[in-house]
């Protein structure tokens, strides 16, 4: 790089010229060349665009194929679900984190089995005890087991919804696992009430059991209540996702807030933090809160020192994945996508209060409205894989240009409004005011 | 809110239970609740997390629906291209910005009309006269035009390769179209070796013409040259894409560098930005360059006081659309998906010096492989909308939930190799050491 020091191209000069003089502590006369062609590992003493600088200062490195926390996503079918010919009478969604134990991979889930599909949140003054109102209405938490995570054994219900008034006698949804000092405890989200008669209210409870076969015991009470009134998560605790970390339970959560009914979609979603000592609570909330400012449900995994996030779906911040050093302060890491939708992955290290957390792989995730068709709704499961983990360098998840098909993008088509619109456009523009 | 103060609540007491107390300036028996329900318009004065922060901060609302620099894109086949039923002996690809003039749009880009389908730029060394390396090589600059945007009449060759030594004789590409002081011109790739002998190497040349129809004059000589040896763009100078601002001609290109052989892929790729008073020059290239530290082909459109840009494709900040007030200091201003490549997009104050950018909601991109085979190798231009205009409000182009099938998803799946390693780290859980 000896070059450089020849050129004639001064870097000082051409700064004032630009009106950033300030910006150079060169002697104008000096010459300075260009950004060079290989591009430093570390930040260079020269002035830099805003741009370069984030370069720098906030991604690990300038390469995505090199960046730990970037990834692509592929995606695998499961072999051993039943869904009654995909008609909307059987669901399975929001699975929860994947462990391994005894010799197989466990997965809980939210499964639905009805007479009839959802007759949908709109119309929740219709759905009855037998009648669902959203897809995850009148469900229980079922699970499975696996040898290779591809096929899939459906073992029944982990826990059912309880007797009336017990948090949850509306439908238990939306569980994770926790595995704590040799016990097993699910977090799940326990309805009161059919989802879309106010909105989608619950707070949520929790059943612990010696087995992840079970039996599973209800603690018959809130363990994270919803907020107070006026407070960002007053309606919905949502997505509880319990990791452990500096001996404690650090439990993420969702909650639906800002509901501004003359806006489409009318809430926006963020993501909380609660910690406790114990599983069964007292759960502290964390003061800072939402501690995530966009994403739908939650999923996260140890990660170094820090933590690691799934931000999805909503708000400004959707499509990338998050590290939060401190466990609290996020961060975008990348950006990517095709992300999964409601990720449960296989976590290793999930409770192992790891100060070097490795990452991850592979998990189960969903897909709602699977028949494309709202007269048959209903969610399947499916698998995902990528590279999050620093066990792994596969080189084929890296890659950072999908060639997607015309033909897929002549799916995402205008609608008859839009095209009306555009001709309108156009004869706007061949009005005489309008020709130059 | 009133119902705030009765919160018992208190976040300063919290604080010092996290170890925070000196982010709270209250007393610490005052009550403080948590984030309010309903998110403030501006920055509360309170503890807000890192990720709250950026809410304010960064975006100019937390709503995509809400951001005038967020949209989705919905792509559109064109009508009026013979494409000889794909076999990769035509390819149209790398259109320049639509203008309307005339009474009706127009469109040049880089057309490849040869016996036979590109070689390859690994087997560039095969390339002759009439066999091209790259689907780019021996290519021509034609134009099209349209009175709807929809159904397009290519009316040939608006600047041809030029004979030999001049710049652009081995294959002229990727223009865009500049107005100034009532001519018109374009800029473009000018190659003089077939791409692939050493890479993608060029600089870049300019045509004249009183008419949007021509002739074209071309100035045979090298308007933005390669940078000096050891400089970020000594190689190449791709996607000249001129705009006018504060007076003078405001050219955004890319260049390929940090070319590291051992790596895949081997290059990164920013953008620069180069000055002239003079549409042939001289320019000159601004110090802070790159001024974008991600993506491909260049698209920027003016907004509001400033310059916006796609940032597609490459680097740790594709997938997102970038705003600089000053047209130097680009910072995310969304993040988007299935975004168009090389998008021309119709920016109907490109060339008027505004001060106030009203932004677009179309253009002509392109899709490379267009048949999804390396044996038929060709690119197709096609239409894009988005809504990223203040004249207009599409919600429609506003969703953030592309629910796409299950399909679409496993065609994304594991490879042959991926499966073997997923089954090899089963295998692993299940050696006596690893389990718990």
Redesign the interface.
Known sequence: ?T??LK?S?S?AA??V??G?SDASSEDENTP????????PDEKPDR??????Q??YD??S???????EL?T??????LKGFDYNDGDGTITRRDPSKVI??N?K?YVWYTCRKTPVKPVGMSRAAEATDVIPSADWDLADIYYATS???FTWQEQGVAVPRPPKPNPGWRSVTTTDILVWEGKYYLYYQAFMEASGLRGDYCPVAVSYADSPDGPWTPANKIVIPN?????????AIHDPYPLVHNGKIYLYYKSD????PE???SK?R?HGLAIADNPLGPF???????????GHETTLFPFKKGVAAFVI????????I?Y?EDW????IA??V??MPNAAGPFVPDAFTDTEDGIGI??GISH????A?DWNRNHS?L?RF?CDLSRN?D????KG???????E???K????G??RE???R??AE??KPSA??
Do not use: C
Request: avoid cysteine; aromatic fraction near 12%.
């Open positions: 790089m070059n450089l050129l191209f870097l051409l700064l010229v630009f950033q300075a060349p260009a950004f060079p062609y290989l591009v002035p830099l665009s805003t741009a370069v984030r370069n906030a991604y490195s300038i390469r995505p194929e090199q960046n970037f692509q996503f592929k995606y695998t079918k391994f134990a010799g991979y040898k290779d995570g907020g107070a009134e006026g407070e960002w998560d007053q309606h807030f800002d509901e501004r806006l489409t979609p926006v963020m502290t909330k964390h003061p800072l809160n939402p501690v995530i400012n966009s779906r909503d708000g400004m911040e959707r499509n990338t998050q939060a609290v302060s996020f961060k990348s950006i996508e095709l792989t592979w897909f709602t409205n699977a494309n399947v499916t894989d792994v596969d080189p084929q998840m950072h240009h999908m060639n997607l098909t015309p897929f993008h002549y995402q088509g205008l609608s409004k839009q619109r555009v001709t456009e156009t523009l061949n020709q130059n």
